[in-house]
């Protein structure tokens, strides 16, 4: 596995191998990822690995997707683990570059997903998907894949990615991967290490209200004011959870809806302590 730092060294790997090679043409999986590695992305880096001929998994913990209060400066580092278990699980290279790489001094160009930045996670956290969409959009250019595997669990994040990468007539396909759960229902993320004892069982609560609707989607309730309401006592259940947003939405607008159907998605965020959580399920 090779670990490549600029970009100019993740373009000459991606171009080389997808030259043809016996007369089968090379497909390019990409995982971006901020690093801290765990049992999602390693399902991410599974799916490129069937998915594609050579994978690349891209390690940057990206400054401009931090607001100013936000944990950026704290966010969990283990480049050496994340190495191994990429490496393990097949991929070709790892691209881990520095801040300076990505964003070089006096770098004045951002991607702006109008309206979708503004919704969901981007209403409480202003500039963070500019600064996804951004990161992301640096990426597809360096690495020109044919395919690039993002997590549902950020769902808002994938809206705003496709509409980023149909807006600029990108030729990456954007392909999501189910949420990974722990046993007891969490839903994976780099920011569980975070969590005492207490909050990761208050945490519970998410993953709760999001199977509450489910079951009631199951029974035949569709009105969003009667789901949202079902999530919301829950969480009321567990008072030191502080709700961000309960949501039922379209799930390529991120706009709401009044009436669920078919692929609308259910969203939560909450604070538990320190710690912003997210969850969500799309309904079927
Ligand atoms: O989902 C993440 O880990 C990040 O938002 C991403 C897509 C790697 C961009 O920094």
Known sequence: MEILRTVEELRCWSRSRRRAVGGRAQRIGLVPTMGALHAGHLSLIRAARAASSDVAVSIFVNPTQFGPQEDFARYPRSFDADC???????????????????????????VEVEGLSDRLDGASRPGHFRGVATVVAKL???????????????????????????DLRLATEIVVCRIVRDADGLA???RNAYLSGEERRQALALSRAVRRVEEFVAAGERRSCALIAQARDI??????VRVDYV??????????????????????????????????????
Do not use: C
């Open 235 to 240: 969480f009321a259940a567990e008072p030191q």
């Open 188 to 190: 994976l993320s780099s």
């Open 247 to 284: 949501a039922l939405v379209d799930w390529a607008t991120l706009e709401p809806v009044e009436t669920a159907v078919v692929g609308s998605l259910f969203a939560v965020a909450a604070w538990v302590g320190a710690t912003r959580l997210i969850d969500n399920a799309v309904l079927g």
């Open 84 to 110: 191994a278990l990429a490496r393990a699980e097949g991929a070709d290279s790892v691209f881990a570059p520095a801040v300076e790489e990505m964003y070089p001094p006096g770098a004045a160009t951002f």
């Open 140 to 166: 597809f250019v360096a690495a020109e894949p044919d395919l690039a595997f993002f997590g549902q669990k950020d769902a808002a994040q994938v809206a705003v990615l496709k509409r980023m990468t149909a």
